[in-house]
């Protein structure tokens, strides 16, 4: 095993702490932010090695760049929007006002949202995906489509843990319950249940995730205070 595969092994660990400071300590290197203590150990095979220490300097450095990033946008482009820790946002991403978004949500590059997009935490958006639709009235006889107006604004609501593949479309006011995975390409035209695999044009179940046991599970973790988890990088 390598330097670079025995520095992979490095981690974290969390407890709750009132203050908010940084300070350095032997071969642990420790954080305290808003509320708790952040503590990242080098194992001790490794506590001497430049190697390792760069690798985690660079890798907290990205983490901050990208959330200076993306309070940069929330604060001047997407105003309005309310987004819990660890969000990230891709290149040339279109939000409408009305947006929400949880703990650790993730939205591809190219992506468009219309205005009331409700999202759950740690759930995932691939790029252009798009939510529209809902936005023209057309039963008015004797009145073009174009100058009908507007019907009521709708909420649209993506649940927790949701990951929506590439290209995907929904329909503006659906709810995709917990858990769900929408394939790349998909057009969801109506409500999806929690846990389900949909995909094609119309967007069908095609089968379940977890079955009952594995979905108390998976609900127990969801209902716990969000925690920072380990990415797995790109594809090779």
């Known amino acids: 095993m390598d330097v ?3 520095a992979s092994e ?13 300070c350095s300590s032997g071969a642990d290197a420790i954080h305290m932010e808003k509320g708790r203590i952040v503590k990242w150990r080098v194992p001790r095979a490794e506590r001497f090695s430049v ?3 760069c690798r985690l300097l660079v890798g907290k450095s ?18 309005g929007a309310r987004v819990g820790k660890g969000f990230h946002v891709g290149k040339s991403v279109s939000i409408g006002p009305g947006f929400i978004a949880g703990d650790y949500v993730y939205i591809g590059l190219h992506s468009q949202l219309s205005p009331c997009v409700h999202i759950g935490s740690y759930s995932s958006l691939s ?10 009235l057309f039963d008015t006889p004797g009145v073009p489509i174009v100058f009908s107006g507007r019907p009521p604004s709708c909420i649209t609501t993506i649940g927790h843990d949701v990951l929506i593949g590439h290209g995907a479309i929904l329909l503006r006011g659906i709810t995709i319950g917990n858990g769900t995975i929408v394939g790349a390409g998909a057009v969801v035209t109506k409500d999806v249940p929690p846990y389900a695999i949909v995909a094609g044009v119309p967007a069908k179940i095609l089968r379940y995730r977890f079955d ?3 979905r108390a599970i998976h609900d ?17």
Do not use: C, Q
């Not at 709750?16 to 940084?22: A, Q």
């Not at 127990?220 to 925690?227: D, K, Y």
């Open 4 to 6: 670079a595969d025995r």
């Open 220 to 236: 127990a973790m969801l209902a716990r205070p969000t925690t920072r988890g380990r990415h797995p990088g790109p594809l090779r």
């Open 62 to 79: 990205k983490d901050i760049m990208k959330e200076m990033r993306a309070w940069v946008l929330v604060r001047f482009r997407y105003s």
């Open 10 to 22: 490095m981690f974290y660990e969390k407890r709750d702490s009132p203050e908010s400071v940084s």
């Open 51 to 53: 190697a390792a220490w």
């Open 212 to 214: 009952e046991r594995e």
């Open 127 to 136: 790029a252009h995906v798009a939510i529209v639709g809902a936005d023209h």
